[in-house]
């Protein structure tokens, strides 16, 4: 079977080639060992966000009693019907924006396992038996990532949870013990805590969410402790063992116990049973596949893109780089990607946003910096709130002014930052953001209201004042 793109996989980075490439009139096929629509829509972005949003629903009404007059009542949470429904939207998302996708563009999904062959070549072990060789022009390698799971003594033999298996659950444990204080481990950890589990997070550096500015782990640590969710920083779960039905986790100076141990540590990249090395494709210390500027492989006919290459691990990320292989494999475009004013955003209530280079990145690449934090008590759509817990923080080129990273906590700090991604990437300069218009009564004002930090006391201007 010859066609001009082989895709193996069918996540964001698969269906983004392939549309590209169907667009050119090319002919794709398409090799999927799982359930098609990989991690974002099945087990990632859609799951997570979805029962984010309706443990946040519960929160918003228990703690309604912020604003005089309101109350809300403790109702015990239906998990089951909470999954159920959780597992229908993945369903109708999987079938209208993957599956059925792929028919209207025109490309055949085979199910089985595929495996490079000399030629190169795939030979595809079908899931209704036999097998099946697929030739193609070109090959793209795009099947992701899972979990990563540290080496804990006792943590197999106990039994554990990742951000996977823990959205599929028929029950909601007692408590929960999550390894892990980075991005999925924050959002796990304030999700099962909101739907009323006891929650303890295990982080082995000296603060949660460590990548971000120093600013952020002890506001989300303040979150935590106001949400009743145990922290240990600089702690690290040296073994884990199960008894009278609960885990044991050992750390250094305390053991700590729950129903389950979720596992957060990261993620590692999909490429056993690929056969890489019968074609020549080089894997990387930490098993991703290695590409050029192109995401072209050492095999000049076979690409990768999304998390199987190691680039930042977002579902926008692998999409942009679906479409710039089949731009370079069929085109010859030698398209590259800029990866510096990248947006990231954890999840959390108030959530974690940024774009550009932290304080200590900037200092790290030579670039003199100034910066300014806004504490929210200054910003008046978080007042109305009634919720001043976060900040924003402005990185400026001392000097220029120029903006060169942005970072809120915040509730709708993705929406501030995609602003803050606009004005990075421009150059604007702290003066420029100091005076662009903003709608007042909107969290993004507090990007502006940042900026006047530069050069005026905000805390004595009135409320509206420009």
């Known amino acids: 079977m010859g066609f001009n793109l082989a895709i193996i996989g069918s996540g964001g980075a698969a269906f983004a080639a392939a549309i590209a490439a169907r667009r ?4 794709v096929v398409m090799i999927e060992r ?30 309604a009693g912020r604003f005089p007059g309101i109350r809300a009542s403790r109702d015990d949470v239906d998990f089951a019907a909470l999954i159920d429904g959780k597992r229908t939207l993945v369903e109708e998302m999987r079938a209208g924006k993957y599956v059925d996708l792929a028919k209207e563009y025109g490309w055949d999904i085979i199910r089985g396992e595929a495996r490079f062959a000399d030629g190169p070549a795939l030979d595809v072990l079908l899931h209704e038996g036999g097998t099946l060789r697929v030739e193609a022009d070109h090959y793209v390698i795009a099947t992701g990532s899972a979990p990563w799971i ?9 039994g554990y949870l990742t951000s996977t298996t823990a959205m599929e659950l028929d029950r909601l444990p007692s408590s929960l013990l999550v390894v892990g204080g ?20 295990v982080e082995m550096l000296d603060r949660l969410a460590p990548t971000e500015e120093p600013e952020v782990g002890p506001v989300i640590a303040g979150v935590f402790a106001d949400e009743g969710i145990a922290v240990h920083t600089g702690a690290t779960a040296r073994a884990v063992r199960r008894g009278a039905g609960q885990v044991v986790a050992t750390l250094a100076d305390r053991e700590l116990r729950a129903d389950e141990v979720l596992v957060a540590t990261g993620r590692r990249p999909v490429v056993d049973g690929l056969g890489l090395d019968t074609v020549g494709v080089t894997v990387g210390d930490r098993g991703e596949v290695l590409v050029d500027e ?10 990768a893109a999304g998390d199987v290459t190691g680039h930042p691990q977002f579902v926008y990320v692998a999409a942009a780089h679906g479409t710039l292989v089949a731009d370079n494999a069929l085109d010859g475009a030698e398209r590259v990607l800029d990866y510096r004013y990248l947006p990231r955003v954890t999840f959390t209530g108030p959530a974690i946003a940024g774009v550009g280079l932290t ?8 670039i003199a910096c100034e910066c300014r934090v806004l504490p929210l008590e200054n910003v008046p759509r978080a007042i109305v709130n009634r919720d001043t817990r976060g900040f924003v923080k402005i990185v400026a080129e001392r000097g220029t002014g120029r903006v060169v990273g942005v970072t809120a906590v915040a509730e709708g700090a993705g929406d501030v930052i995609a602003a803050a991604v606009y004005a990075v990437q421009a150059g604007m300069t702290v003066t420029q953001l100091a005076s662009t218009w903003s709608p007042y009564l909107t969290m993004a004002e507090g990007l502006k209201l940042a900026a006047q930090t530069f050069t005026r006391d905000v805390s004595k ?3 509206c004042a420009a």
């Not at 629509?37 to 228990?62: D, F, I, Q, W, Y």
């Not at 540290?150 to 106990?158: R, V």
């Open 461 to 463: 201007l009135s409320c």
């Open 24 to 27: 050119k009139d090319r002919s």
């Open 34 to 63: 799982g359930t098609v629509g990989g991690t974002c829509v099945n087990t990632g972005c859609v799951p997570s966000k979805a029962l984010l949003a309706a443990a946040e629903a519960r929160h918003v009404a228990l703690d």
């Open 150 to 158: 540290p080496p804990i003594d006792g943590l197999e033999e106990a």
């Open 294 to 303: 192109h995401l072209r492989t050492s095999n000049p006919r076979i690409w």
């Open 359 to 366: 304080d200590a990145q900037a200092t790290e690449q030579g």
């Open 182 to 201: 980075n991005f999925i481990g924050l959002e796990q950890a304030q999700l099962f805590a909101r739907l009323g589990v006891e929650v303890s997070v």
